[in-house]
């Protein structure tokens, strides 16, 4: 087991400097790149595939990430943000299929199939723990969501027994509920819309997730809920990547510097958010 | 909601020191702790448990007229902040403030300088990772003190916070921490992740519930769905056209659509029409419903396999519809899907696994949230070994049922000792009298006889090809 692990070490050690040697032989884009942003050992990173940008999302989250009805691509602000990051690095940016956000991160740690986790991902220091993340591109918070004919709830009447909350597993929002209301019963789904869905048929009392997520399905799809709490947390996403992918990161930083600079982010906040935050 | 609150204490305060403005005023307070909390760090618990690494969230707002320059958070005697890293974060209403900062552990007290002042109405939230709370555990009050411009002042304590001592399941994952053996182990990517030797103690231990209420499940759904299979059987093979279209629409849907579908329908459809009922309660209902109709097939199918030639048989003794089913055609029936049913309940058991979707407290519940904690696979392997520890047992059984029941087929297997032709006869008076003694037990057993009589070389062709 060991030996073939090694070897198989090896083997991602080859095709990581294949890739490497690879784009750099492939040169103008990543040079004219590596030159913009003033420091050489930006270009210096691996891709999973040579020339794209792999991206890993729950893509359950509008209007961050999501899938339209009657579509297959992609959309939201996060997908424009990540495919204006991958044009400043002269990438293609490709999306895998839609995977259940706690496996995000174990997926990047491991490396292998998705170069960057984009998925309204907070920066927290035991997620610091398992990948790198990128400077933030958004501050959020967390927003708490009941029926709208619940009335006025608050943290207290919340905080009993029997008191059931649904929550996206793995997120901040799961961890808030666990610690700030230890002795309501948490339950763990896959995905914002299905604890919403679940506050709506009154599966739940109230379910806990990102506040822009949170508002834009109360004001979008699930009209007879409502944002009862909102909840400040002043939470900063970040795009997870892999530890031993340093160069990424700081590729990653470079462009979305550039983005902020250049005024793209503040375009894509308006287009998605109506306003710049 | 929160800062309304405040306001409201704020005002009352103000009221009551109006009302006792001569009596001595409450010393100002410019920082007020708002709350403070633990994350829990119990391995699939969710205690916070002393002496081990967990995360201390501290909250407080800076009020009107005042602005805060460090902060100061002390602990009770034996808590550590060593190795702690800490995440500072202001805010102003929803939006955040650009507040660095740095923090310097001393023992049990931590003590954040800020690099710029955190100003007045700002709620200014500590975040100190892998910090430990005293390894005895109880309640544990955050103390501590702030600078303002002004000078040093104390802080108010926090409610307190709940923790406990270290359990003996956790005693033996940090054994298992310090050894050699396991971080060389845990080293290689594929089996630290997999396999990581805590993880599977502490995954055994919190995932036993689960297990327990998967079996629970299965277990109280089956005989509803064996009953309900059976009927919709018999309503598939019934002689009038709408009881057969009732079957065959009840059964084809139900084994037509994915068992996830039916989940989300009976979890999400029935509170929207008035009807709540126990989660659990409604997980088995799901699972009967969804097996019934495999099983209506399963049995079915047996029925059918039972060659023509024996209700001929049946009704030569003079017995009638209802009495051939009972105790002729569904005793030799029940022997001959005994392997389908094991295996039909195997999938069924298996298939709990998706009432987790749907929050569900079962196996993979479980380990979806230990996953979630930890950030690795190992709870679901353990979960598997669970599925496991049920799932092989069966598996033997039905191979050896299916063995028994080919060889009996074949015709070998035990079979009575060769009689002279007088004990045939005695024996024959014998069954007589047990046949008028004890009816249903052994009509069977002559109508299997009458049955070969009567089966000519075709009948007994086609219960060869009819064995299911």
Redesign the interface.
């Known amino acids: 087991?060991?030996l073939s692990?090694r070897i198989a070490?090896g083997l991602v050690v080859a095709c990581a400097l294949a890739v490497s040697i690879s784009g750099c032989s492939g040169g103008g884009q990543t040079g004219t790149q590596a030159s913009t942003d003033s420091s050489a050992d930006t270009a210096a990173y691996t891709l999973v595939e040579d020339g794209k940008l792999i991206v890993a999302s729950d893509l359950a989250n509008a209007p961050l990430d999501f899938v339209e009805e009657g579509t297959s691509d992609p959309q939201g602000f996060e997908v424009d943000l990540i495919n204006a990051v991958a044009d400043e690095l002269g990438l293609e940016c490709e999306y895998l299929p839609a995977m259940k956000f706690?496996?995000i991160?174990?997926l990047i740690?491991?490396g292998g199939r998705a170069d960057v986790g984009v998925s309204n991902i907070t920066i927290?220091?035991?997620r610091s723990e398992?990948v790198d993340f990128t400077d933030s591109y958004m501050?959020s918070?967390q927003g708490l969501v009941t029926l709208t004919s619940a009335g006025d709830v608050?943290?207290e009447s919340l905080n009993t027994e029997g008191t059931?909350i649904?929550v996206q597993?793995?997120t901040t929002g799961?961890?808030w509920v666990?610690?700030?209301l230890?002795n309501a019963e948490v339950?763990?789904?896959?995905d914002p819309v299905?604890a919403i869905?679940?506050v709506q048929?009154?599966?739940?009392q109230a379910a806990v997730a990102d506040?822009p997520v949170m508002q834009y399905l109360c004001s979008n799809s699930f009209t007879d809920c409502k944002v009862a709490?909102?909840i400040?947390?002043?939470?900063?996403y970040g795009i997870a990547v892999n530890k031993d992918n340093p160069g990424l990161t700081e590729a990653i930083n470079g462009a979305l510097a550039t983005l902020e600079e250049n005024g793209t982010i503040s375009e894509l906040e308006v287009k998605w958010f109506g306003t710049e935050l | 909601?929160?800062h309304r609150?405040w306001t409201l204490l704020a005002a009352l305060a103000l009221a009551l020191t109006g009302v006792f403005a001569l009596a001595a005023p409450q010393p100002a307070r410019a920082l007020t702790t708002e709350?403070a909390?633990?994350?829990?760090n119990e391995d699939g618990g969710?205690g916070v448990i002393g002496g081990m690494d967990t995360?201390l969230?501290w909250e407080g707002t800076v009020e009107d007229g005042e602005e805060v320059t460090s902060v100061t958070l002390t602990l009770p005697e034996g808590a550590s902040f060593d190795h702690s890293?800490t995440?500072i974060?202001?805010?102003e209403?929803?939006?955040?403030m650009d507040v660095t900062g740095t923090a310097t552990p001393s023992g049990s007290s931590i003590t954040v300088t800020f690099d710029q002042t955190v100003p007045a109405g700002s709620?200014l939230?500590l975040?100190i990772?892998?910090m430990q709370f005293p390894a005895a555990g109880g309640g544990v009050v955050v103390s501590g003190s702030y600078q303002t411009g002004d000078g040093s002042h104390e802080l108010a304590d926090s409610e307190p916070i709940?923790t406990i001592a270290n359990t003996p399941l956790q005693s033996i994952v940090n054994w298992l921490d310090q050894q050699p053996w396991v971080q060389a182990w845990n080293s290689?990517?594929?089996?630290g992740?997999f396999l990581r030797p805590q993880l599977l103690v502490t995954s055994f231990a919190s995932l036993a519930p689960g297990w327990i209420l998967c079996l629970g499940i299965v277990v109280a759904a089956y005989p509803f769905a064996i009953a309900l299979g059976l009927l919709f059987a018999m309503l598939k093979i019934s002689k009038w056209r709408v009881l057969r279209a009732i079957a065959i629409v009840y059964i084809n849907i139900l084994r037509g659509t994915p068992l996830f579908l039916q989940i989300y329908i009976m979890?999400?459809?029935l509170?929207?029409v008035g009807i709540?009922i126990d989660n659990n309660l409604l997980g088995i209902i799901v699972m009967a419903i969804n097996s019934s109709a495999y099983l209506a097939e399963i049995f079915r199918a047996g029925i059918q396999s039972i060659p023509q030639g024996q209700y001929e048989a049946a009704s030569s003794l003079g017995m009638n519809y209802v009495q051939t089913m009972f105790s002729v055609i569904l005793p030799q029936t029940v022997r001959r899907v005994i392997p389908t049913v094991t295996s039909d309940f195997i999938t069924a058991f298996k298939d709990t696994s998706l009432l987790s979707?749907?929050?569900v407290m079962e196996l993979m519940?479980f380990s979806?949230?230990l996953?979630?904690v930890t950030?690795?696979?190992t709870p679901y392997v353990a979960a598997g070994i669970f599925y496991l520890i049920v799932t092989l047992p069966l598996i033997k059984v039905v191979g050896t049922i299916e063995e028994n029941i080919a060889r009996s087929e074949r015709g070998g297997g035990p079979r009575p000792r060769p009689r002279r032709r007088a004990e045939v006869a005695d024996g024959a008076a014998e069954r007589m009298k047990e046949a008028e003694a004890a009816e249903g037990a052994s009509v069977s057993a002559a109508v299997a006889g009458v049955s070969a009589l009567l089966a000519s070389p075709n009948a007994r062709a086609k219960e060869a090809s009819d064995v299911c």
């Open positions: 087991m060991k692990s070490g706690d496996t991160l174990p740690e491991q927290t220091d035991e398992q501050d918070n608050t943290e059931r649904a597993a793995g799961a961890s666990e610690e700030s230890p339950v763990s789904l896959d299905v869905t679940g048929s009154g599966l739940y506040l709490i909102e400040p947390t002043g939470e900063q | 909601m929160q609150r709350k909390t633990a994350r829990p969710s995360r969230t890293t995440r974060t202001a805010l209403g929803l939006s955040r709620l939230r975040e990772t892998n709940a290689n990517q594929f089996l992740m979890f999400f459809g509170p929207m709540n979707s749907v929050g519940m979806k949230n996953t979630t950030g690795n696979i």
